[in-house]
């Protein structure tokens, strides 16, 4: 199965507020994916929930992509039908191992996370998410919002009750209206996207983009001088000198060729669990 040739960075920060990171971030160049999630919860179970949705979801992406490899009848349409099955399938199960953990443990009850994933597969970007952690892209200068927040913050923005202007000082910003691990019962909202050469994606927690409008966000973007690793740097650098609120986490991925040959070597994702 070919995909998009793919630059990947992630980077995951505590920032200068919490005692704890609860990001998780993972990237498989190999089957050309990235996975954050940005856990809730005390006595570490935000950082449990994250964890666990983002081994889960990497594991069931994994192994899910693999049998399309090595199934080479389907056409590339039907695929990205199967792919959006798949992270439906992946954020749910991650949705059940988490609140089987808070069986287990009940300090762990209550815990719950974000979660935004994305897959690159030929000419299309299919990404998945619930809760208010985004995916973005910047395409030929332009700087958009590919996904839309589950929040009271956004729904109050629907109706009309608040600006978008204002919506950054809003005190109900952080109440998530949908979140993996909180119920057994889930709504995972899947997207496809055609990519074009130079795109750059970005997904991100809401510790950075609370902490940075979006044009600056895009700016930062846009400075194609640096490499996506500086970019990662200089996003989470940012975040922190505008208070670092919050944990800051963000991957990057450029669409570097379109149907590029697959590399040889695959990626385990559980090792870039951080």
């Not at 609860?22 to 994916?33: R, T």
């Amino acid at each position: 199965m070919n995909n998009a040739g793919l630059e990947f960075a992630a980077k995951t920060d505590t920032g200068l507020v919490r005692s704890q990171n609860e990001d998780a971030v993972a990237v498989s160049p190999g089957y050309g994916f990235a996975i954050l999630a940005d856990g809730m919860g005390g006595y570490s179970a935000g950082e449990i929930a994250s964890r666990i949705a983002v081994s889960v979801v990497g594991q069931v992406l994994e192994d899910g992509l693999q049998r399309m490899r090595d199934q080479q009848g389907d056409s590339r349409t039907s695929r990205h039908r199967l792919i959006q099955q798949l992270l439906t399938e992946a954020i749910q199960k991650s949705n059940a191992a988490i609140l089987d953990a808070a069986r287990v443990e009940p300090q762990y009850s209550g815990m719950g996370t974000t979660v935004v994933a994305a897959v690159f597969h030929h000419d299309k970007m299919i990404v998945a998410h619930v809760g208010d952690s985004r995916a973005y892209r910047l395409r030929q200068g332009e700087f958009a919002q590919l996904t839309r927040d589950h929040s009271l913050l956004q729904e109050q923005i629907d109706a009309g009750l608040v600006s978008p202007e204002w919506a950054r000082f809003s005190q109900n910003k952080n109440l998530v209206t949908r979140a993996v691990g909180v119920g057994p019962e889930l709504s995972v909202e899947v997207h496809e996207h055609i990519v074009e050469l130079g795109d750059i994606y970005l997904l991100c927690s809401d510790g950075l983009s609370d902490m940075l409008l979006p044009e600056e966000i895009g700016g930062l973007l846009a400075n194609s001088q640096e490499t996506l690793e500086h970019v990662c740097d200089d996003l989470v650098q940012r975040a922190n000198d505008n208070g670092g609120h919050d944990n800051i986490s963000a991957i990057l991925i450029r669409i570097q060729s379109i149907n590029a040959e697959e590399p040889g070597l695959l990626e385990r994702i559980l090792g870039w669990v951080k």
